[in-house]
């Protein structure tokens, strides 16, 4: 990392997670949180055994003044007088010993709407200021998000603690409850006290006005307005208001949304090209053109444009083990298992408060059927409502911020016309119903969902009834059984099911009257991936190579190469 500029290096060891861009844009910010945590620090250290004097201050007795000032009293008295009457005469500042307080510097957090937008910015800067505090005083950083289980606490390398934080954001405002839970949990671990010189709570001004005992309450609020927006935050400090800089809206934008917390836990490299064979199991998850692919390290996604000439394969690696993902408008969605708990990450805008959940893998998502499905490939994952869906196997998996849950009235699911409302299939004592196909009711165990409104149903697997939304079309298409069926596309011979024989290597697609196999793009490694509304297929018939072509034709449109 380049050198940091002079008003950074005190802070630097810390800041070794942020790229130098950010730093700058930040500085103002960083200078005004320290100043303010000194200046506090100081007054409440005025107190204890004399140790000489400490610079000088605007405050104090006449026996401290400085000697050029009783010069002004004889030459300029009324100068002097003035100075006086403004409180601007200089005085020796006294210093004093006091003892060094030990245990871990404590910051709770109040991530409801209050401290949405400009308030996190400055919760940004006292968490890094207050680090690097920490680490000066030979201590630990512990970051309670109000809200979260009293006993969790985001500890650890500064990336960590800033990527997690980052991520956690509370639909409404936390409660005196939320802080007496926290406060009840240090005091069982024995690391600090209600009246710990290093304890705060920085929060919005609803819960800062309720009564509390944590001494040190930092409330922040949007302060000045300017033609480009907010300017200024307004902050309070034990009696003190100080309005903070706001750094230019890009770097607000980079630091909310976009910017990568280095970390020893979860790098980031977007950017990386992969080596020879290091991605596999292909998958179109939208109506995106983007294809992703799954790396050799369960944590990595890699993704490219199948359909634009820019042939770099960008890369992310996620905190955990990768179970399924999508590409949702402007942004990479992915279900992770992290330490036996199920979390949703997201890459570029935020997405509601998805990345709220943050659930225990329990069954149907246990541990153990997580980690297999992640060995198996990489599956679609749909946003509905407040929660995320996922099919794997003949289950249709539903995880939100409460629980993870077997959907059983669900058959599949699919791309919709939005992100956030995919098409689905549900059944009920053994009829199936395609939703938004008034026609398409049929007794089956097997649901396939295609462009536009085509669908197909089938009890055995083997017979499958074609339906495209209307009376007009309920085609049967047969295939071999133990065949898997990719989904439906349109060809010049009627609507077909796109499916790989059951040796698992001959691709082919098939109408009521036609099969037609597509002997070039036959033998893939892993099961090639049908795009759900544009005519793409992709298939990986060698581990440094993936082809995309047409699924009617079998033309090859791009070939990509992973290195």
């Known amino acids: 990392m380049s050198r940091l500029p002079a008003g950074l290096e005190p802070w630097g060891e810390a800041l070794q997670v942020l790229d130098v861009e950010l730093l700058v844009g930040l500085a103002p910010m960083l200078r005004a949180v320290e100043a303010l945590l000194t ?14 004097y400490d610079g000088m201050t605007t405050r104090g007795v006449p026996e401290r003044l400085l000697m050029s000032e009783w010069l002004m009293a004889q030459e300029a008295p009324e100068e002097f007088l003035r100075r006086a009457a403004h409180r601007e005469l200089l005085h020796l500042k006294p210093a004093f010993t006091q003892p060094r307080s030990g245990g871990e510097h404590v910051v709770l957090v109040d991530a409801g709407p209050q401290q949405h937008g400009v308030p996190r910015l400055v919760q940004l800067a006292i968490l890094i200021v207050v680090q690097r505090r920490s680490s000066a005083a030979g201590s630990g950083l512990r970051v309670g998000i109000l809200g979260d289980p009293a006993d969790r606490w985001l500890v650890g390398d500064l990336g960590h603690v800033l990527t997690t934080w980052r991520q956690r954001r509370q639909p409404t405002g936390p409660t005196v409850g939320d802080i007496e839970a926290r406060l009840v949990a240090l005091t069982a671990d024995g690391s600090t006290s209600t009246t710990a010189d290093h304890l705060w709570l920085v929060a919005g001004p609803t819960l800062a006005a309720q009564p509390h005992e944590v001494r040190h309450v930092i409330t922040v609020t ?9 300017s200024e935050a307004t902050v309070h400090y034990d009696g003190e208001r100080v309005e903070l800089p706001l750094p230019h809206h890009s770097v607000a934008v980079q630091a909310l949304r976009t910017a990568q917390f280095r970390s020893n836990s979860a790098p980031s490299l977007p950017y990386a090209a992969p080596p020879p064979g ?3 199991h292909p998958l179109f998850a939208s109506t995106s053109p983007r294809l992703l692919l799954r790396g050799v390290d369960d944590r990595d996604v890699w993704w490219v444009n199948a359909r634009s000439g820019d042939e770099r394969l960008r890369h992310t690696r996620f905190p955990g083990p990768v179970i399924a993902a999508a590409w949702l408008g402007k942004r990479l969605l992915a279900l992770t298992l992290e330490a036996g708990r199920l979390r949703v990450r997201h890459v570029g805008r935020r997405m509601g408060d998805l990345e709220l959940i943050d659930v225990a893998a329990t069954e149907p998502l246990s541990t153990t059927t997580a980690e297999q499905s992640v060995r198996s490939g990489l599956a679609a994952l749909h946003v509905w409502g407040q929660g995320v869906f996922v099919s794997l196997g003949d289950k249709v998996i539903r995880i939100d911020a409460r629980f993870v849950a077997h959907i059983p009235w669900v058959l599949t699911m699919a791309v919709g016309a939005q992100v956030d409302a995919p098409r689905q299939i549900t059944h009920h004592q053994g009829i199936a119903s395609v939703h938004g196909v008034g026609t398409a009711k049929a007794p089956a165990t097997r649901g396939i969902l295609g462009h536009g409104t085509f669908a197909a149903l089938s009890a055995d697997g083997c017979v499958w009834t074609m339906y495209d939304g209307s009376v007009r079309l309920q085609e049967t298409i047969e295939i071999d059984g133990g065949a898997t069926v990719l989904g439906v596309l349109p060809t010049p011979h009627g ?44 298939v990986q018939p060698e581990p440094d190579l993936v082809l995309v072509a047409n699924p009617v034709t079998g033309d090859v449109i791009r070939r990509i190469r992973p290195r």
């Open 495 to 538: 609507p077909a099911l796109m499916h790989v024989a059951s040796g698992g290597l001959l691709v082919r697609w098939s109408t009521a009257h036609h099969t037609h196999t597509l002997t070039e793009l036959s033998g893939s490694l892993s099961r090639p991936a049908l795009h759900p509304t544009l005519p793409l297929l992709a």
């Open 278 to 280: 290091a991605v596999r």
């Open 222 to 230: 949007e302060g000045a307005y300017s033609a480009a927006g907010v």
């Open 39 to 52: 200046r506090h620090e100081q007054r409440a250290h005025e107190t204890g055994d004399p140790n000489g």
